[in-house]
């Protein structure tokens, strides 16, 4: 029987504070959902989203929301790495480690928005240059995750000269790093060298490319593949209403370059069966963790569904 866990990425955006509150602690104590998410934006980051709208900061409503729940396994999905300083973000994320006693998943990535970095000022460099600073905040945040002592560290964009990092992590070495992205020749690369988690989008065979790569850039680093977690992001859609998922359908496979057709077929979208069905060509592909995306005001009964007909089944 195929195990799956399943994460939710819920939206900061359009939504009120208690809403949120109540969702999450709705997830930790009444559903088998394995971790949960916030994103790392500052405005609706959607194309279709009005970036005037309100949008809550993703680190520090991931800090409040530890304090609300109990059991799952928390994160922001992922990081930006244009946003903060490594140094400081890894101050946050041991922070949020000892709020959460523990569960934080640390997901990191080269950022993309870049309307988000114009309108609040963000440097945002050409994509080699945000690869390059990922690589070397993975390498700077390790050393002050791993490390007993002060760190130094002289990179091309960060340097830390005798810095000191304490209080550690909960979790020893380090919580999880998660590598967000499918960058085959550099965030794969990235993944392999520096991360614990890896999280990529797409159809079964394009996920299933994905990793494929992902051990190769291991084998060339000289690392089992079995160390990394191998993790994928996306709409998770469980409805017998055909014109729905005809409707979400078109919508999501815009996204994935998949034509209505094509999103039904190859995405978890549809009656359970398909779902459950699709779930199965993931984790053949050797996936073993999906984190769906779950877009607020939420209607509990939709996830109440979804954990019994889903999560619940194959944890």
Excluded at 44 to 68: I, R
Excluded at 246 to 274: D, K, M, N, T, Y
């Amino acid at each position: 029987m195929t195990r799956m866990r399943f994460g939710i990425q819920t939206s900061l955006d359009g939504v009120e504070w208690r809403a949120l509150e109540d969702f999450w602690r709705f997830l930790d104590r009444e559903t088998a959902f394995h971790s949960a998410w916030t994103y790392d934006h500052f405005v609706p980051p959607g194309g279709a989203q009005d970036p005037n709208g309100s949008c809550f900061e993703g680190w520090t409503a991931l800090a409040a929301l530890a304090g609300v729940t109990r059991r799952i396994r928390i994160g922001c999905l992922v990081t930006g790495v244009t946003y903060r300083e490594p140094a400081v973000l890894a101050k946050m994320a041991a922070t949020v480690d000892h709020a959460s006693a523990g569960r934080l998943e640390f997901g990191i990535g080269a950022a993309w928005h870049e309307g988000e970095h114009r309108m609040y000022g963000i440097p945002f460099p050409p994509v080699r240059e945000r690869q390059d600073r990922l690589e070397e905040a993975l390498q700077a945040i390790r050393l002050l995750f791993d490390s007993e002592g002060p760190v130094d560290f002289a990179g091309r964009y960060y340097t830390l000269r005798q810095a000191a990092f304490l209080p550690k992590t909960v979790q020893r070495p380090h919580p999880p790093i998660m590598v967000g992205g499918g960058g085959e020749r550099r965030t794969l690369r990235a993944c392999a060298r520096y991360g614990d988690v890896m999280n990529v989008s797409g159809t079964p065979a394009i996920v299933r490319r994905k990793i494929e790569v992902l051990e190769a850039h291991c084998r060339d680093a000289g690392r089992d593949p079995a160390e990394i977690e191998k993790t994928t992001f996306g709409p998770v859609v469980v409805s017998d209403n055909a014109s729905f998922v005809e409707r979400v359908a078109g919508l999501v496979g815009r996204g994935f370059g998949l034509s209505p057709e094509e999103a039904q077929r190859e995405l978890p979208i549809g009656p359970a069966g398909h779902v459950r069905e699709v779930v199965e060509r993931y984790a053949e592909a050797g996936v073993t963790t999906m984190i769906m995306t779950a877009q607020g005001p939420w209607k509990r009964e939709v996830y109440e569904r979804i954990n019994a007909g889903l999560v619940a089944g194959l944890a």
